[in-house]
């Protein structure tokens, strides 16, 4: 059973817990000419350290928006946004990169192998410029995909090239995933292998995972879920027994 939290007023025992990211009165505007698109309006938001959290709303709530701000790609209009207790948001442009390469994996929607490049040689491409990575073969094992790490891109499914795109995301080993719909060009059942690397990255590595998705179902597998409308975190629901994906309903 999943209780309603507010955003607002933390109870004790969530104090005493570990946050990984901590925003405050974020705000996004738009200049289009003269018009203001308002994608953000004063979020505010605590994400756990270790928790898969999902990210539900209509397309332009700002969910995508909060994904990029939390993974450096972008900057708030105003509002404030820690990660392990550095401020984010008064970085200097050089040192928000070295946050994205070394704190932050990315998984997209479109995989974004290189066609050239083997499922090995992929993943080396981060694993290269990372300060501490795993071993290519071990996060392509991690992933259940060892036995592929020679094969290129257009050998392998749609699902097994998401997977290697877990893996390269995984091998810097980030203390977080950022995963923007990584499940949208899937069928079902591809889909939920995707989503058990993702849980076992959590389970096995202690990665903070944020998920954006459209797929309601995905929310069962989740500790917390924040629910966006209109640039706003409209309801935030956490979980006591998330499932594991394979029970998901598709």
């Known amino acids: 059973m999943r209780r309603v939290t507010s955003m607002q007023g933390d109870d004790a025992s969530e104090r005493q817990r570990d946050i990984s990211f901590r ?5 996004k505007i738009y200049q289009t000419g003269e018009t203001q698109v308002h994608a953000l309006r004063g979020v505010d938001l605590d994400i756990p350290n270790g928790e898969i959290v999902l990210l539900l709303g209509p397309s332009g709530s700002g969910k995508s928006t909060l994904l990029n ?3 450096g790609l972008d900057r708030p209009t105003s ?4 990660y392990d207790g550095t401020d984010l ?12 390469r070394h704190s932050i994996g990315f ?6 192998l290189i066609p050239s490049l083997t499922a090995e040689e992929n993943v080396r491409l981060v694993t290269d410029i990372a300060s501490d990575p795993m071993d290519p073969e ?7 995909l060892a036995d592929r790490r020679h094969h290129y891109p257009a050998q392998l499914s749609g699902g097994e090239q998401q997977r290697v795109a877990v893996a390269r995301a995984i091998a810097k080993q980030p203390g977080v995933l950022l995963c923007d719909e990584p ?8 889909g939920v292998k995707v989503l058990e690397t993702l849980a076992q990255a959590n389970r096995e590595l ?3 995972v944020i998920l954006i998705t459209h797929n309601v179902g995905i929310a069962a597998m989740a500790d917390r879920v924040l629910h966006f409308l209109d640039g706003q975190i409209a309801k935030v629901e956490q979980n006591a027994n998330p499932i594991e994906p394979a029970g998901i309903s598709w």
């Open 23 to 27: 925003g405050r009165g974020l705000r």
């Open 69 to 71: 701000i939390v993974g």
């Open 79 to 82: 509002g404030t946004l820690h």
């Open 89 to 100: 948001t008064a970085l200097e442009d050089a040192d928000l990169t070295r946050f994205r």
């Open 107 to 112: 998984i997209f929607q479109f995989y974004n």
């Open 138 to 144: 071990d996060a392509l094992a991690l992933v259940g």
């Open 183 to 190: 499940t949208g060009a899937l069928d079902s059942a591809t």
């Open 206 to 208: 202690g990665t903070t």
